[in-house]
């Protein structure tokens, strides 16, 4: 392999950046309504009582999640056919309605219900963009990887994650010094959204000048394009893949939200810690997973990705019960950082493959890598459909 000259490293790296800068937007928005999910959910679904309100507020978190498999298949169709850059600038147009509709849309005190319905429908939109976001981004991460490095491309698709993780958490520790708790609660929480909303012009910048992949026009101009009974018909002939990946996926999918966009509620309503505590917590482990997942990723290369994946798989199901028993015995700042860490650590040990690293670029190496792409966004469980082609 030819060493990459330092004007085409530069090259790659911006690359990477632009593609990732839409993935960035799309975990900052999900990673501040989970950081202030009670704020949110007292401002647009008062029940009168707190648990209500915050379960009220995490339904409509998870609402995108319903509308993930429909993302994943028209919009998969569309970037097939319209490109990459198209589809994931539209992917990026998507994310913003849903950031600028919690940012703006007054609170159910104000408008009466109508404010609960205009937030659900932005989480929904959400959802359609978010089910080919990560499968687009990783597809592009993978066919610009030089040989033998694709896993660690793919995992910078996760990387910006981390990146909107520690950029979230930096944040709120600020606003919880200069806002007090009770503004905060009331109408500093829409700050973080309002940010956001300024940083979407910023990243359609980046994306525009996206290029299409040399893989995507070699394929675009292939004359054997899979029909859609085609994927189907893979579909039904892989659903014992498709049921292993949704089980395979499950585990760092929780794993992932639980140590990063539910830190800080946990710590502050579950454990009763500062909020300043939850947050320093979480930004560890943004900075921690940001470390893991390109060195696993890396490792991978060398090693191979299912030697990485059975130990580590073990080790999550063998300690994550003990270690977190463990600290809702004596819950301590202490405690959280280190059973999060560990954690951590695994995570970035096992998500570099099941969300970027080995599947999805094991997919686009395939012939039919738009079934892949069409199937495994929905709902980011579908992620080892071709493994075994």
């Known amino acids: 392999m030819v060493p990459l000259s330092s ?18 937007l799309e975990m900052y928005d999900f990673f501040v309504f989970g950081y202030y999910a009670s704020a949110i959910g007292k401002t647009f679904f008062p029940t009168g009582s707190e648990f209500a309100q915050l379960m009220l507020a995490f339904m409509t978190f998870g609402a995108g999640f319903l509308m993930r498999p429909l993302g994943g298949v028209f919009l998969g169709a569309y970037i097939d056919h319209y490109g990459r850059r198209a589809g994931l600038m539209l992917t990026l147009g998507l994310m913003a309605v849903g950031t600028l509709s919690i ?80 503004s905060m609660f009331t109408w500093g929480w829409r700050i973080p959204f309002l940010i956001g909303c300024l940083i979407i012009p910023f990243l359609f910048v980046l994306r525009s000048s996206l290029q299409e992949t040399a893989e995507f026009n070699r394929r675009r101009a292939a004359a054997d394009h899979p029909k859609p009974r085609e994927i189907l018909l893979q579909l039904v002939q892989n659903w014992r893949i498709v049921m292993i990946g949704m089980l395979l ?118 012939a039919h890598d738009r079934i892949f792409r069409r199937v495994q966004p929905g709902n980011r469980l579908v992620r080892r459909l071709h493994a075994s082609d």
């Open 249 to 366: 996926v499950t585990m760092t999918t929780v794993s992932f939200y639980f140590i990063t966009a539910y830190t800080p509620t946990f710590g502050r309503e579950v454990l009763k810690l500062g909020n300043i505590d939850a947050l320093i917590v979480t930004l560890c482990v943004g900075i921690s997973n940001l470390f893991w997942l390109p060195v696993m990723g890396a490792v991978s290369d060398r090693i191979g990705r299912r030697t990485v994946l059975l130990p580590f798989t073990i080790l999550m199901f063998v300690t994550a019960y003990p270690a977190l028993a463990w600290l809702v015995t004596s819950p301590s700042f202490g405690r959280l950082l280190t059973v999060e860490l560990w954690l951590s650590f695994i995570y970035g040990s096992l998500q570099w493959r099941h969300d970027c690293g080995v599947d999805r670029d094991r997919a686009a190496e395939c």
């Open 7 to 24: 004007t085409e490293r530069k090259q790659q790296i911006w690359s990477v950046v632009r593609v990732s800068s839409g993935n960035f």
């Open 103 to 182: 940012a703006l849309v007054p609170g159910y005190a104000t408008i009466g219900a109508l404010a609960p319905v205009i937030v659900v429908i932005g989480r929904l939109i959400q959802g359609v963009s978010a089910g080919v976001e990560l499968g687009g981004v990783s597809v592009y991460l993978s066919e610009i990887a030089t040989p033998g490095h694709k896993g660690f491309y793919v995992s910078w698709q996760s990387g910006s994650q981390q990146v909107a993780v520690i950029f979230v958490a930096l944040l709120g520790v600020l606003l919880s010094t200069i806002v007090p708790p009770d």
